[in-house]
């Protein structure tokens, strides 16, 4: 690894295991548009200890590995990278130096906390684990929240069995505001977490009347969507009669880790 830097024509290494990203870099991916670079980024952290030459056929292992389809998209990616800073280069001795997460953190002005373990096989799944790491910071704080009010009501320090939730409200339109995507967007890259196997979702009904259990049969359906037109995109017939589609529960398959003791080196 140490020697990588020093010779052009190196073979293709194989990734490490994986890599604890920080979710707040998650969230800049699409906050900024920045999911590809990221996702460049990402990789060549696991394949080098910080330098790196990329001669053109390491550069075409590397889009074939990341899904890009040509040698261009590496270059650009790698262009947008060094404008950030995420990504330094000695044009005298044709190396590149991959800043640190402390680095591009502290650079990014983003807050050290919580990070996402990724699993550096799936690196051509980056977008739905970025979208999906964000989803379980969210779960993870309703979570401790959850936690903190039974210890709370029953004093003990750890819920019982029977208290534990697994599944948590995650909005769509919540997730518009934290990441600055559209509705449809958000709708999308859930699905896509899904089926990358990063989260599970189930979907949530209430009452069409809140705090009563009333059920408004599915004949009526025209008649109730125009008397609340606030609600009319979210009524359903579930079993002959109307519901509202609440907030999708959410489950995380996600660990994470605490941040580490930030590094003297960045």
């Given at each position: 690894m140490a020697n990588m830097?020093?010779?052009?024509?190196?073979?293709?290494?194989?990734?490490?295991?994986s890599t604890c990203i920080p979710i707040e870099l998650c969230a800049f991916a699409f906050r900024k548009k920045f999911v590809r670079p990221v996702q460049l980024y990402v990789l060549l952290k696991s394949i080098c200890d910080g330098t790196i030459k990329l001669s053109k056929p390491y550069k075409k292992a590397i889009a074939k590995k990341i899904g890009f389809k040509t040698i261009k998209?590496?270059?650009?990616?790698?262009?947008?990278?060094?404008?950030?800073?995420?990504?330094?280069?000695?044009k005298t001795s044709d190396v590149y130096y991959i800043r640190s997460y402390d680095r591009v953190m502290q650079s990014e002005d983003m807050k050290r906390g919580l990070r996402a373990t990724f699993q550096l096989k799936d690196i051509k799944k980056m977008r739905a684990f970025l979208f999906g790491a964000v989803l379980t910071k969210l779960v993870a704080y309703q979570n401790w929240r959850k936690t903190r009010e039974l210890e709370r009501i029953k004093g003990r320090s750890t819920p019982g069995s029977r208290d534990r939730q697994t599944?948590?409200?995650?909005?769509?339109?919540?997730?518009?505001?934290?990441?600055?995507?559209?509705?449809?967007?958000?709708?999308?890259?859930?699905?896509?977490?899904?089926?990358?196997?990063?989260?599970?979702?189930?979907?949530?009904?209430?009452?069409?009347?809140?705090?009563?259990?009333?059920?408004c049969e599915a004949k009526y359906k025209d008649d109730f969507k125009s008397a609340y037109p606030e609600v009319a995109n979210r009524v359903r017939v579930k079993d002959g009669f109307l519901r509202i589609q609440a907030s999708d529960r959410v489950l995380s398959n996600i660990k994470l880790k605490k941040a580490r003791k930030k590094s003297k080196h960045i």
């Open positions: 830097a020093k010779t052009v024509n190196f073979r293709f290494k194989k990734p490490k295991f998209s590496v270059n650009n990616n790698i262009k947008l990278l060094m404008a950030r800073n995420w990504v330094g280069y000695d599944y948590y409200p995650i909005a769509n339109l919540a997730i518009k505001k934290i990441l600055r995507i559209s509705i449809s967007t958000a709708f999308e890259l859930k699905k896509q977490a899904e089926i990358a196997g990063y989260i599970k979702v189930k979907k949530a009904f209430a009452s069409c009347f809140a705090g009563h259990t009333n059920l």
